[in-house]
């Protein structure tokens, strides 16, 4: 009797600074033989390229999350976002002052969790928190928010902050997510708002402008970074 193997079939990668042909994704040759910082570069080389996310993910063994965060940090969306001169007109970013009190899950009033005095008078904002009771439709687990900004101590205005220059398929799972969280919000925590920001090419292609102007139905205003920044002074 003769037995056959049967072998499955790995994809073979390239990696752009060294040539080598590697079986699989590319995250562990990067490590290997690489800096972290290079393997950023070239993952984002790809993306201005115009590669598909799920092309992305699969060439280097990441997921849509890590890319999607890259992406934010590499064009100032999220992280030099909140460092522009303009958002500091919130401050102070009181996310050191939760990690010092390790809190994580934000109540409705901050004023329960921490000592009002310390930030009185303040437009306080933070970053990466959960809120209690605001969950996300799809597996009714917490939903940690990009950005917070506080009005009298209660989480006023929420956001979520992305960056797409292609279409792939995250915009698509942001944006059923973003609509459920917009109206659960709306309909069962009153003072709270939900906002969406999102910048980068894919919202200048024909069909970035059609997907704009119909969530535009849901959401009344979706801000990018140059119209948040011009109309901070709301969430004050």
Known sequence: MHQQTAKTLVATQVCSLCKTEVEGALSSHFKVAHTVKSFEKAILSDVDKGAPDVEIGRKYGITFRYLEKLITRAKGVNVGFVKHKKVKTLEPNIDNLLSDNEISIIKYNLGEQIDSNLVKGKNIFCTEKYVEGVTKATDNKLKKFDLIIFKNFYTNYLFEINFYSTEGTKIGI????????????????????????????????????KRFLNLLNYFGTIYNINFFMENINNFK
Not at 179 to 189: D, E, M, P, T, Y
Not at 191 to 201: Q, V
């Open 174 to 209: 942001n944006q059923n997510e973003y609509i459920a969280l917009h109206n659960n919000i709306k309909q069962n925590f009153k003072g709270s708002k939900f906002h969406w920001i999102t910048d980068g090419n894919y919202w200048l292609t024909s069909q970035g402008e």
